[in-house]
Each structure stands twice: as structure tokens, then as C-alpha cells.
């Protein structure tokens, strides 16, 4: 069972996410990391990926991206067999490039096919940007993300590591805007919400809060279907 939580730039899905997962039991799989990692492995070996896709794409075929079990809810994300450090991948550097590998077509096929795989390890909380659209179109529960910008490079601004030591409100605004629009306007799976998805405004509301809500959705759906309260 999936539930996809998809949303725009520093919304704070990734906190919503994982207390969902914990609350459910269940697994919970960051994709926004996969595409980082994708892009920080193109950058230490000179492939940028908004002036290189093809380099990026080539790289596919001789890389391993898979996740082990850990303890609590998060597995680890490893890039050829050594796990992933979170300094480096949620980095400035990377955060720059990210919106560009994420409209490489084969690395999208490359990543979905493993976020579909690892939507099979059980009671899955997923999110990313096309997890309703398109990685689990058939998911029963999916829910979209919102705040207004100014929150949100509030919140980008409070994560310690993720930008520039000169950073602004208004320089962080600017960069989750920037991202925002490659992502919205690409060819293949843009960001936005499914048409079945809950759109949540988080503005007014805590990261628990959120998470609550989307818990209280769950279990009602599942309290209507008898056979699938067993894994909750
Ligand atoms: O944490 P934050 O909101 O900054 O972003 P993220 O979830 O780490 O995602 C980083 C980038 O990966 C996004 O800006 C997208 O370009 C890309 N992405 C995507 O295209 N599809 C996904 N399912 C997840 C992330």
C-alpha cells in the first residue's frame, strides 16, 4: 500500500512524510534524494547536468542505487554499495543542479522503475513531485503539499546545512522559485497535484499537524476496508 505525498520545493513534506511513516508503520522513501544523489554523483565526476545530460544519462548503466533497511522508518539510500550522506546530497551545490537531472527522460525511467520496486517493500509513504501522477497513479491515498513561498524559505532558511552561509529570505525564494518553475514547466512528469490527490495549504499548520491529518485520512480509509486494517 502506497501513500504519495508530492509538493513543491521546501514545503516540508519530507518532515510531514516521515512522521506519517512512523505513525503508520511504515516505510518511508525520500525520491527528491534519489535525484540529488543522481546529481551529486554527476558533479563529482564532471558531468554538470543542466550543460551535460548526456553525461549524467551514460552514467545509468554502471551505477547502483538501492536502499537497505535501517533502524526506524527511513531506509538508507545507497549509491554503489556506500551509503549516501545526507551533507552531501542536500547540499547548496546540489540543490542548484537537482531540476536539471530531474528532466533527463532516462534518468526519470532509471529512478521510477526503482521507486515502483521499493513501493513493493510493504506500507510505503512516499514522496516526491510525480509520486501521484505518475510513479503510483493507482496509489489509494495521495495528498499535494502547499505553502505560500514566503513560508516555505522560512522553513528552507530553519534546515541547517541546505543553504549558502549568505543566504536571505529573499535569496532562499528566489532559488525554491527557480526550482519550482523547472519543475513545473518540464516535458515529462511536472510537478502538480493528481486529480485525485488532497491539496493541503500548510501555512497555518505544524508539520504534526499535517502529518495527523493525513494519518486520520488514512485510517478512515481503512477502517472501510476490512481486509487492509491488518497492516496498520
Ligand atoms: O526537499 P526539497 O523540497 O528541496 O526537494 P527534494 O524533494 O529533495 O527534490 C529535489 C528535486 O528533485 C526537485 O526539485 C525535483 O527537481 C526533483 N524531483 C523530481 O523531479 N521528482 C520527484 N519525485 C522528486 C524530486
Known amino acids: 500500500m502506497q501513500v504519495a505525498i508530492d509538493g513543491p520545493a521546501a514545503a516540508g513534506k519530507s518532515t510531514v512524510a516521515r512522521l506519517v ?16 544523489a543522481l546529481t551529486w554523483i554527476a558533479l563529482q565526476r564532471g558531468g554538470d547536468p543542466e550543460t551535460a545530460p548526456e553525461r549524467v544519462a551514460a552514467m545509468l548503466d554502471n551505477l547502483r542505487l538501492d536502499y ?22 542536500r547540499s547548496p551545490a546540489v540543490a542548484a543542479k537537482v531540476s536539471f537531472t530531474a528532466r533527463i527522460p532516462p534518468v526519470r ?45 522560512r522553513r528552507r532558511l530553519a534546515q541547517p546545512g541546505e543553504v549558502v552561509d549568505s543566504a536571505t529570505l529573499e535569496s532562499v525564494a528566489a532559488e525554491i522559485a527557480r ?21 493541503i495549504d500548510t501555512d497555518h499548520l505544524t508539520a504534526a499537524e499535517v502529518a495527523d491529518l493525513i494519518v486520520e485520512r488514512v485510517y478512515v480509509g481503512e477502517s472501510q476496508c476490512p481486509s487492509h486494517t491488518r497492516h496498520i
Open 21 to 36: 511513516a512512523e505513525k503508520l508503520g511504515g516505510i518511508y522513501i525520500n525520491t527528491g534524494d534519489m535525484y540529488r
Open 68 to 89: 537497505r533497511l535501517a533502524d526506524g522508518a527511513a531506509p538508507v539510500l545507497a549509491l554503489d554499495g556506500h551509503p549516501l550522506e545526507p551533507a552531501a546530497v
Open 109 to 153: 525511467d532509471w529512478l521510477v522503475e526503482r521507486q515502483r520496486r521499493a513501493g513493493q517493500l510493504g506500507l510505503v509513504v512516499m514522496e516526491g513531485r510525480d509520486i501521484g501522477t505518475v510513479v503510483f497513479p493507482g496509489a489509494k491515498y495521495k495528498f499535494f503539499i502547499e505553502a505560500s513561498p514566503m513560508v516555505r524559505a
Open 179 to 199: 526550482r519550482d518553475e523547472l519543475d513545473r514547466n518540464r516535458r515529462i512528469s511536472p510537478l502538480r497535484p493528481a486529480a485525485d490527490a488532497e491539496v
